[in-house]
């Protein structure tokens, strides 16, 4: 039952506090969750201190004075409701230390923050989560202070380094239902940490609204979003880790929303200038040589000319557009890429005759879709310049995909992957989770000697680069049941 804690939370009376939250916390028990995770946690409660608070912590703390470790904890006020969310005791990560430092906890106590300022904000911030909850060096950012001035007193003991302590927080409204989702989100989280979950009653809701939040973690990027995007800012790269569809939307997009006026190109190493925008070539002649050198214009030369020829959208889709050096590549045509600026022109080397003579421009219908691997550490990043003329959008491997065109074996194959990710793998890792396409078998006989064909050699070609150092055996023990 969670109603007498979103009385708590709204109350805006210390009138006794201890014995209120005494029942708050006893009917967690049997009721959401099972008694026998009452010894999880103990409460603590003080009144009489300069700051008031009630928090959940681990029971190895003493009955006062500080104490360390995770807690759930809220923060009554006079004039408004309880500021509550996640926190640590003042003396430090221990004995949670495992918890706290992993970066699954940050990654879904963020996505919860996300999902209930979505849901419940209405355009103003409920909402605020720190990325490392172990930083307690770093205070919590001065504009957030500034918005919620009512939990001043709270910042400063504590939110300011070095002892900055909080690390996800939701500052309640008047509506009372979105309090009571808030506190299930962060309390199941809290009790989930400890393999917790909500007794049947509440197991409905509580999944429900795991799924929403855990959606943010890889939110899922529909087609008509990158084309409304491709309209907006024209130069655009889809990344994300293989397998999650990047090409074969490019090839959907050129064919159903552009109705095939387009091209395609792939970038390698041994792309070029010439090769891309337009150089010197070899053409055939009747002389004695049989051969002369002459401007020849290169993709982007071509597509700019074809776009020119018709008022519809054109898209030029270039393909691994990462796997080579794209600001070579793209020399002083860089200068043309700009979506927002006024029609722009610049002096080509040679004159490549009609249509372009010694100058390009690129129409303002041609638009550019690359797709990017972001598990490709072998070649370099793109460089800031080009970046900033680009929109990027992430792809990334959805569950729903695997749940449709997946057997048993394959999604019980990708939720245990998807698990190892999301709890284990650093920021720079994370973008290394293998796609949907690998699940795609609904033959359950099939899909492990499928698994260790291709995904396999992935996670140890990842395990030989150093690429998931930080999780190595969470991935060892992952290929050794792939091969049962």
Known sequence: MLAPLVEIVHSQSMDEWLTRNQTAFEGLFGSRYPKAARDLYKLRAPKDTQIPYAAYIHPSNPDSGAYAGLCFVMFPISDGPCLFGLGIGTQGLSPDEAILGRPGHARKAMAICDWLAAAFGDGSRV???????????????????????????????????????????YRPTADRAATERALAAFLDLLFAEKNVEPMAAHKKQALADRAAWSSLILPDLQQGTVADLLRQRRFVIL????????????????????????????????????????????????????????????????????????????????????????????????????????????????????????????????????????????????????????????????????????????????????????????????????????????????????????????????????????????????????RL
């Open 127 to 169: 909402t605020w989560a720190r990325r490392d909850p172990t930083q307690l060096d770093v205070s919590l950012p001065s504009d957030l202070t500034v918005e919620w001035p009512e939990y001043q007193q709270v910042f400063d003991r504590y939110g300011k380094a070095p002892g900055s302590v909080l690390y996800a927080l």
């Open 239 to 482: 990344q994300g880790p293989p397998g999650t569809g990047k090409t074969r939307m490019a090839e959907e997009l050129l064919k159903k929303v552009y109705l095939g006026r387009g091209r395609t190109i792939q970038f390698h190493p041994n792309t070029t200038y010439e090769n891309f925008i337009g150089g010197l070539a070899p053409v055939s002649t009747a002389d004695a040589l049989g051969l002369r050198f002459a401007p020849q214009p290169g993709v982007l030369m071509r597509a700019a000319a074809e776009a020119a020829e018709t008022d519809e959208p054109y898209l030029l889709h270039i393909d691994e557009i990462n796997r080579a050096d794209l600001g070579k590549i793209l020399g002083e045509a860089i200068y043309l890429l700009e979506p927002g600026a006024p029609e722009r022109t610049v002096d080509l080397p040679l004159d490549f005759g009609q249509p372009h003579g010694t100058k390009l421009r690129l129409p303002p219908n041609l638009h550019i879709l690359g797709t990017m691997n972001s598990s490709d550490r072998s070649i370099a990043i793109l460089d800031v310049a080009v970046r900033r003329r680009f929109a990027f959008a992430p792809l990334w491997p959805q569950i729903a995909v695997v749940q449709q065109h997946g057997g048993e074996v394959m999604r019980e194959a990708f939720q245990r992957l998807l698990d190892i990710f999301v709890d284990h793998a650093p920021e720079d890792a994370f973008a290394l989770l293998p796609g949907h396409s690998y699940f795609l078998e609904l033959d359950d006989a099939l899909a492990k000697p499928r698994l260790r064909v291709t995904l396999a050699p992935l996670l140890e070609e990842y395990l030989a680069q150093g690429y998931v150092s930080g999780f190595a055996e969470q991935i060892r023990s992952y290929l050794q049941w792939l």
